[in-house]
């Protein structure tokens, strides 16, 4: 009698995890351990993939582990994986578990880059493979009824899962058997049988009558709700909803039953008939309309044997009064079911493939994180170097050192010496010349790389655009020019990057041709760069006084701080803080990140002193510059004033400046060389990124385009084929009365057309056979066939009758009692449709031969009484 519904596994096609993973891990993680651990991660969670997914599974709690491993390994990864379609993209495609297809064209199916849809779609699997195991339990010992009962309201949370989740999971229309209705029911029903399971399991115990009452109406309550949810929606199997309908009466009979047995006990006699009657009638109706789905003999005669005794009994001894159904006490109910919650893990065997892997949230933090404190750094050195060049400016415009080191007056200054003998041994001019020459080689290898990236999505976007236009609504794929958004938005920026560079450099250039020849003269030998500085008159009186005194001791703590800022912006650079932790603490306590509050908060901690000790160098060099202005003021009063010292000095200037522009030039140049270079690493992963999403879109439009191939090759078709001239011609050869041809039937793939109704027989004449009957009395005798006299001149045939809808193959006679129908069959020389030799009913007469066909055999065959159907081929 105990029928259970199970559900079958959706299917799912191949898919290459380990690929897309790794891509993504060698992308975003350094390289080392970590790097090839969390490789070695992915390959096992492909081969799990393949072990869950890829080949049949046993109805056995080992293959149910299996999936739901797999199912807590996806919820794990999701958080660390940017799965869609413009990032980490991988396409899983899954057909309908419900949809056995069609002849030309497979199962429905969809497929979705979403992690989401694959989650949905194995948390179904669970389930459905959960409702299998309950369904092969043995009923007959309290282990098989416990499982059973169990897996039934695992299966039960499960589709509750998703029909609370799929249609966010997905962001579309999912298709039949994930749909909200349709899990929904599925759910019900599961959890119909889990309570079938506990009212089993109560008949086995023997508990008392009145609670296995109430088992018994909750589970038929159960049945019932589902049976509505699924009766007029054609989304599960049609088998289904007859065991619905035949377990909701069968758990009613049982109430009822049950019931009965109480009432017995409580001396209520007229009240156990009304229910026993009850009962028997609800399994009669089980047994008439659903015996082939549900066998209920036992139940029926365990009923009916009660039914019979109770009566005796009520009609010899008790005598009492038989309510009407509705007059009885409506039965109670007693639900000890409720659908398991999905709470990750499922597995208990469970350990996270990715376990030190850093969930994608806590990526972009410390992403975010590590951009501020770039941001942070880099202001603080740009202050810096700011005041240093500040300084250098001043300092060179008041000729310092050099003014106060220029005793002879046709000597080179030691400090110029020194300048020079650093442009020297940097490479001097020829080091600047070949940096300058780099840069647009490398500028031009960037603009490749980001022309060929976005190349390749204007291809892809313009053959979507074609598709769509071609297809129209059946093209059902997100349109590559809103998927390609971003990265659209992000090739832009690197557009601008490049054009700030190209300015840039321009202005680089600019300013090194203005300081070429002052860089190049400080690149001379000693003797020559002598040579090409003026002399003048020497100002040995000023050595020695106290206002040379002061500027060398102001010039010597100017570069103390100078010194200082060198060790500080190392410190700066070199300082480093993993805040990992700290954004791991806090999605675990709070469930979220505050990125910004953290951030600042460690910022301010770390780099709060370096701060404030930037700010003091900067308030101490304003000070020594102010102090130097005004001690230059006393020493350029005491100084003797000329043209030629005054040339010599603007030459010193110059020199002085050159040094510093060579410094900040090489800096600048060597700088924009790096730039060039990591921007080719980023433009590189850009185009991969670009290539992989193209390859990924193709794949994806091949397969929607063997979909729409297979999808209208199911559609229906209705030709207009012209009907040849023998059947738009009557019977004696003149044009039918009808304006219009008989419409041949459209070719579908659903029901097949049937043939007309049998017609009533005809009278058959006494003279028409051997063994013909006596006509009735009161009704004249059928003429016997005899050759009929040509028709007149000038009368016209018969009007030919309208044609059936049906699919006419080569035309028939038309009797005379039954106009329109074709009754009588083609001779056997012609009609290709004739079943036998020997089963023409009666000799057709001459008189509806065609002109030019043979004769008809005149001696009619016996045996058979009514006209032969003709033969409608199936189409």
């Known amino acids: 009698m105990t029928n259970f519904i199970s559900v079958q596994l959706k299917k799912a096609a191949e898919v290459d995890l380990a690929k897309p993973l790794c891509k993504f891990i060698q992308q975003s993680y350094p390289g080392g351990d970590a790097q090839a651990e969390h490789c070695r991660a992915a390959e096992e969670l492909s081969k799990l993939r393949k072990s869950a997914l890829g080949r049949p599974l046993d109805k056995h709690e080992s293959a149910l582990e299996t999936l739901l491993r797999y199912y807590d390994q996806l919820c794990s990864i999701e958080p660390k994986f940017p799965f869609s379609e413009n990032q980490v993209c991988v396409t899983f495609t899954w057909k309908d578990a ?134 007029y929606k054609d989304t599960l199997p049609k088998e289904v909803f007859p065991v619905l309908a035949a377990k909701h009466c ?84 007693a639900s000890l079911v409720k659908s398991t919650p999905v709470v990750v893990p499922l597995s208990q065997k469970f350990t996270d493939l990715f376990e030190k892997m850093v969930p994608l949230q806590v990526q972009q933090s410390v992403s975010v994180y590590n951009q501020r404190k770039a941001d942070l750094v880099n202001r603080l050195i740009a202050q810096m170097r ?48 070949q940096l300058i020459k780099d840069l647009p080689e490398l500028l031009q290898r960037n603009k490749e790389i980001l022309d060929e990236s976005l190349r390749l999505l204007d291809e892809e976007e313009a053959t979507d655009n074609d598709l769509r236009t071609k297809f129209k609504e059946r093209w059902q794929r997100t349109p590559s020019n809103e998927l390609y958004k971003p990265l659209r938005a992000e090739g832009a920026n690197y557009h601008n990057i490049l054009n700030k560079a190209v300015q840039a450099d321009g202005q680089v250039r600019e300013r090194y041709q203005s300081h070429r020849d002052t860089i190049a003269l400080l690149c001379k030998p000693e003797a020559e760069l002598n040579a090409a500085i003026p002399s003048a008159n020497p100002a040995k009186t000023l050595q020695g006084s106290e206002v040379v005194n002061v500027l060398r001791t102001l010039l010597v703590n100017l570069d103390e701080v100078k010194k200082e800022r060198e060790q500080l912006e190392n410190d700066l650079k070199s300082v480093n803080f993993d805040m990992t932790s700290k954004f791991l603490t806090a999605l675990a306590q709070d469930g979220a990140i ?57 030459v010193l200037k110059n020199l002085a400046v050159a ?110 056979g051997s063994s013909s009957t006596s006509a009735p009395s009161g009704t004249a005798p059928a003429p016997a066939a005899a050759p009929a006299a040509p028709p007149a001149p000038g009368a ?37 449709y004739m079943y036998g030799q020997y089963n023409l009913p009666y000799a057709p007469s001459p008189v509806y031969q065609n002109p030019g066909q043979a004769p008809y055999p005149t001696p009619q065959q016996p045996g058979y009484l009514f006209p032969q159907q003709p033969y409608y081929p199936q189409q």
């Open 98 to 231: 419900f949809d056995k297809g069609s002849l030309f064209g497979g199962s429905a199916k969809l497929a979705l880059a979403s992690l989401g849809y694959e989650k949905t779609c194995v948390l179904f699997n669970c389930g459905a493979l959960a409702s299998q195991i309950a369904a092969e339990q043995n009923l007959d010992n309290d282990e098989g009824l416990k499982a059973a009962a169990k897996h039934y309201q695992f299966a039960s949370g499960a589709f509750q899962h998703i029909k609370d989740t799929v249609l966010s999971a997905l962001n579309r229309e999912p298709t039949v058997d994930i749909s909200p209705d349709t899990v929904g029911t599925l759910s019900l029903i599961m959890l119909a049988q889990a309570q079938e399971v506990f009212f089993l399991k109560a008949t086995r115990d023997k508990m008392k009558d009145g609670i296995i009452a109430k088992l018994a109406n909750q589970a038929a309550d159960y049945y019932g709700d589902a049976y509505k949810q699924c009766q």
């Open 250 to 333: 069968i758990m009613q009979a049982n109430a009822e039953y049950h019931q009965s047995i109480l009432a017995k006990q409580q001396k209520k006699f007229g009240e156990e008939i009304g229910r026993l009657q009850h009962a028997a009638d609800l399994v009669k109706t089980v047994a008439s309309r659903y015996d082939e789905y549900i066998n209920v003999k036992d139940l029926v005669d365990k009923i009916n044997r009660a039914l019979t005794a109770a009566k005796k009994d009520n009609d010899f001894i008790y005598h009492d009064r038989v309510p009407d159904l509705k007059d009885l006490e409506s039965i109670g109910k």
């Open 386 to 433: 700011e005041a240093t060049n500040l300084a250098n400016g001043v300092l060179a415009s008041l000729n310092l050192p050099a003014a106060i080191e220029d005793v002879s007056g046709d000597t080179v200054p030691q400090s110029i010496l020194t300048k020079s003998k650093s442009v020297i041994e940097q490479g001097g001019i020829q080091t600047v010349d």
């Open 594 to 650: 505050n990125e910004e509050a953290i951030s600042v908060t460690e910022l301010d901690r770390i780099y709060g002193s370096y701060t404030q000790k930037v700010q003091e160098s900067l308030k101490k060099q304003e000070e020594l510059l102010k102090n130097i202005q005004n001690a230059h003021q006393d020493f350029s009063k005491m100084k003797q004033s000329n043209n030629e010292s005054n040339l010599r000095e603007e």
């Open 659 to 768: 040094n510093d522009n060579f410094v900040e030039l090489v800096a600048n140049l060597k700088e924009g060389t790096k730039f060039y270079n990591e921007l080719t690493e980023i433009l590189l992963k850009f185009q991969n990124k670009c290539s992989d999403i193209v390859f990924a879109r193709k794949t994806e439009r091949d397969e929607l385009l063997k979909d729409l191939q297979q999808s209208i090759a199911r559609e229906p078709s209705a030709p207009s084929i012209p009907l040849p001239t023998y059947q738009t011609t009557s019977a004696g050869g003149s044009k039918p009365a009808a304006s219009s041809a008989p419409t041949p039937a459209p070719r579908t793939m659903g029901t097949k057309p049937q043939p007309p109704a049998r017609p009533p027989p005809p009278v058959i004449s006494a003279a028409s």
């Open 796 to 832: 016209s045939a018969p009007a030919a009758s309208t044609a059936p809808s049906q699919a006419q193959g080569p035309p028939y006679p038309t009797y005379p009692g039954y106009p329109g129908y074709c009754q009588m069959p083609m001779p056997m020389g012609y009609n290709p």
